[in-house]
C-alpha cells in the first residue's frame, strides 16, 4: 500500500482549486473530486453524499459511475450514517467480519466486490452536512496520510457546495442537493438513450455525453437533459442544441438523409448551403458504413454554426494517406469522399487513430438564422 505522493497531491489540489475558482458547475466538480480520490487514495469507488432537508444521506457524484452503487452507498445501514450522525471518521478495515452496526451494508458491499471502508466528514461551520466515502476491493487500512488527504478532499467537496454563498447555507446546500440530484437522473436517462440510440455500452455512452457537454461548453446536466428531449429521433424545437444523434448502418442510410434534410431546415439552413451540407455529410457516413461497418452521428447547433461529428471504430486511414488535392479518376475512388468533404467543409477535422475516426464538420448558418438561434440557446443557458 503505497502513500500519495506529494507532488501528485500538490497537482490534484491545484487542480481542483482551479476548477471552483472557475466556477465549473458543482457535479463536475464533485465528478473531478471523486475521480482524483481513486487516483490519490488508491480506492476503488468513491462517493459524496450530502444529505437533503430531511437530513436523508443522498448520492451527489461518484466515480466510476455505476447505477447499482446508488443503493449500496445510500443504504441507511452504511458507515457513512454513522459518519454524519457523529461528525467523526468512520473506518471498517475488513467487511468480512464488520462492525455489528452496519452488518447489512457489509453484505452489501461484499456482493459488489468491496472489502473495506472509510467515511470522512463534510463539515461546514461546525456543523457535518454530508460524507465522502471510500471503498476498497481488499481488506486493510489506509494510512495517516491517505485519511488526511481524503479529509482534505471532503473539505474542497464542501467548498464546492458553499463557495460564493454567505448565509442561508443550509437551504442553499439542499437546493444544490436537489438540483444535482435532477441532474443526476437526468444523466442516467440520457446514457441509456444513447446507449440505445449507438447501439454501446452504458458507461461509453456516458463518455460520449461528456465529451459533447465539454466541446459545447455546457453543464453536463444540461446536456443530458437535451439528449434525453432528443430521444429517439424525435423532432426538436428551434431552441435545441443538440438536433439528432444517430447509429450508422447499412439499412440506415436512406432515412439518414431525410432527417438531416429535416434538421438543416429546421436550424434555417436552405437552398445551396443546406444541399452542400448534406452532401458532406452522407459521405462521411458512406466513408463510416464503407470502411468500418457503420459509425455514429451527432448533429449540433453552437454559437451560430451547425456542427455534425461523424465517429467510427474502424481501422483508421492508412498510415502516410493525405487527402487528395485534385478530383478523384473515374477509376480511383478509394477516400474520393475525404476530397468532397474538404472540398464542402474546407476547415473539417480528421482524427484517425487504429481505433477509429472521427470527422468534425462545420456549417456557419446564415446570419438572421444564426441571430435568432443565439437568443434561444441563450434562453436555455447555452
Known amino acids: ?45 468513491a462517493g459524496v453524499l450530502v444529505a437533503d432537508e430531511r437530513a436523508v444521506l ?93 479529509q482534505a478532499l471532503a473539505n474542497v467537496a464542501t467548498v464546492a457546495l458553499l463557495l460564493r454563498y454567505d448565509a442561508g447555507y443550509r437551504s442553499v446546500v439542499a437546493a444544490q442537493a436537489q438540483r444535482v440530484l435532477t441532474g443526476r437522473v437526468a444523466i442516467e436517462r440520457a446514457r441509456g438513450i444513447l446507449a440505445e440510440l449507438l447501439d454501446m455500452d452504458v458507461d461509453t455512452a456516458l463518455d460520449e455525453l461528456r465529451r459533447h457537454a465539454e466541446r459545447t461548453q455546457r453543464p453536463l446536466s444540461a446536456t443530458a437533459a437535451e439528449v434525453v428531449g432528443v430521444g429517439h429521433l424525435a423532432g426538436r424545437a428551434n431552441g435545441a442544441t443538440v438536433m439528432l444523434i444517430y447509429r450508422i448502418t447499412a439499412g440506415t442510410m436512406a432515412p439518414l438523409r431525410l432527417l438531416i434534410q429535416e434538421r438543416l431546415a429546421t436550424a434555417g439552413l436552405s437552398g445551396s448551403l443546406a444541399e452542400a451540407f ?12 464503407e470502411y468500418a461497418g457503420g459509425g455514429r452521428l451527432w448533429l449540433w447547433r ?23 488535392t485534385q478530383a478523384p479518376s473515374s477509376e480511383d475512388h478509394d477516400h474520393a469522399g475525404l476530397w468532397l468533404i474538404r472540398r464542402i467543409c474546407p476547415d473539417a477535422q480528421i482524427i484517425s487513430s487504429p481505433r477509429g475516426m472521427r470527422l468534425l464538420l462545420r456549417q456557419p448558418l446564415p446570419l438572421q438564422s444564426a441571430v435568432s438561434l443565439s437568443d434561444a440557446e441563450s434562453d436555455l443557458g447555452g
Open 302 to 324: 453552437h454559437h451560430g454554426d451547425l456542427w455534425c461529428e461523424i465517429s467510427d471504430d474502424g481501422p483508421g486511414l492508412p498510415p502516410g494517406f493525405a487527402i487528395r
Open 278 to 289: 448534406k452532401l458532406a455529410i452522407h459521405e462521411a457516413a458512406v466513408n463510416a458504413q
Open 58 to 150: 443522498r448520492l451527489l457524484a461518484a466515480s466510476p459511475e455505476h447505477t447499482a452503487r446508488v443503493t449500496l452507498f445510500e443504504t441507511t445501514s452504511a458507515p457513512g450514517r454513522w459518519c454524519f450522525a457523529t461528525g467523526k471518521p468512520v473506518i471498517d478495515t475488513d467487511l468480512d467480519n464488520p462492525d455489528p452496526r452496519w452488518v447489512a451494508f457489509a453484505g452489501l458491499a461484499g456482493e459488489q466486490g468491496f472489502r473495506s471502508v472509510a467515511a470522512l466528514p463534510m463539515r461546514a461551520r461546525g456543523e457535518v452536512i454530508g460524507v465522502l466515502t471510500l471503498l476498497r476491493a481488499r481488506v486493510g487500512p489506509f494510512t495517516g496520510e491517505q485519511l488526511r488527504l481524503a
Open 1 to 45: 500500500m503505497s502513500a500519495p505522493d506529494n507532488r501528485a497531491t500538490a497537482d490534484v489540489m491545484v487542480e481542483l482549486s482551479e476548477t471552483l475558482v472557475a466556477q465549473t458547475d458543482v457535479d463536475s466538480v464533485l465528478h473531478l473530486l471523486t475521480d482524483r480520490c481513486l487516483q490519490q487514495l488508491d480506492a476503488d469507488a
